[in-house]
């Protein structure tokens, strides 16, 4: 099943070789959904619990961060000013902000405004009134990966928007709370495709979630979209993103010539949140708190 040796330490961190263990149980567990030919996750997917705390200790610094903003996001701030937060509250904290350089990427963080979907790059924009913007901010804290996002508002935004904002959410959260271990990772899509059907938005599906905590993205991909191909198996040690991009109109998305600003093919609002979270035996937990 995974491939850890049957003398290793087991992934629960009891400190037991996996042979006396969890070996058995991971085994019935898993094997009707192997059988049926679901892909079941390498070992290197499964951490420990000590690595799951490194985790923690990186998300504190990214939800800091993401507080810090709440005051610090109003009307005439520009997005390399929020840039320039991110980047001196990362390195206080003794990190590493992981958007930094990462496949060319120029800033410390994404800040997506109003149609931009995901990975706007900070530059001299300032805030209006009526403006939405999501800050995503991946924190590398003793080689340990957190990754979030939430929506900041800037004055008075229509009653659209804010809809938006809070029923992407809600998809988020549904999409979390359906997470148990040894369930195929598409049921998360399917929750919150079912959700946004109900709204009427539309479902980003060129950008998705993603294993994290060792690196920056990992698999298992995690569709937020409706989908009935064989996807992984959780199981508990399993640490993922669940970060729907929801649009009040279409799906489709155009990358712009920068080559990283993505945004809505029909000009329509975009939201996002993205939380870092892990399996657990009993169900899952959200590590960016
Ligand atoms: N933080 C994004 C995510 O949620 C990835 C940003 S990649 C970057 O996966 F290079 F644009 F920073
Ligand atoms: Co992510
Ligand atoms: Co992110």
Redesign the pocket.
């Known amino acids: 099943m995974y491939k850890i040796g049957r003398n290793d330490r087991c992934w629960c961190g009891s400190g037991k070789k996996y042979k006396s263990c969890h070996e058995k149980s991971d085994e019935a567990n898993m094997a009707e959904f192997a059988a049926k030919g679901y892909p079941i996750p390498d070992r290197s997917l499964i951490l420990e619990p000590g690595q799951i705390d490194g985790i923690r200790k990186s998300a504190r610094v990214s939800v800091a961060i993401m507080d810090a903003l709440e005051d610090f996001i109003k009307e005439g701030v520009t997005t390399n000013e929020i840039d320039a937060l991110v980047s001196k509250m990362t390195a206080e904290a003794g990190a590493i902000p992981a958007?930094l350089n990462y496949c060319g990427f120029p800033k410390s963080c994404?800040t997506s405004i109003n149609d931009v979907v995901?990975h706007g790059i900070p530059d001299d924009t300032r805030l209006k009134n009526g403006d939405i913007i999501n800050v995503?901010?991946?924190t590398i804290l003793d080689g340990y990966y957190s990754?979030?996002?939430r929506m900041y508002t800037i004055g008075d935004i229509s009653d659209e928007a804010a809809k938006l904002i809070e029923r992407t959410k809600e998809m988020m959260f549904a999409g979390i709370d359906v997470i148990k271990p040894y369930m195929p990772v598409a049921e998360i899509g399917n929750t919150i495709h079912d959700i946004a059907d109900k709204y009427g938005y539309g479902v980003v599906r060129a950008l998705c979630g993603h294993g994290v905590g060792l690196k920056f993205h990992s698999e298992p991909t995690v569709n937020h979209y409706r989908s009935k191909a064989k996807s992984m198996i959780l199981v508990p040690g399993m640490v993922l993103?669940v970060?729907p991009m929801i649009n009040a109109g279409t799906w489709d998305v155009e990358v712009l010539e920068d080559e990283w600003t993505v945004v809505t093919r029909d000009g329509s609002l975009s939201a996002q949140w993205?939380h870092t979270v892990v399996v657990t035996e009993t169900g899952v937990e959200i590590l960016t708190v």
Do not use: F, R
Request: glycine share 0%; hydrophobic share 15%.
């Open positions: 958007p994404c995901c995503d901010v991946t990754d979030m996002s993103t970060e993205e």
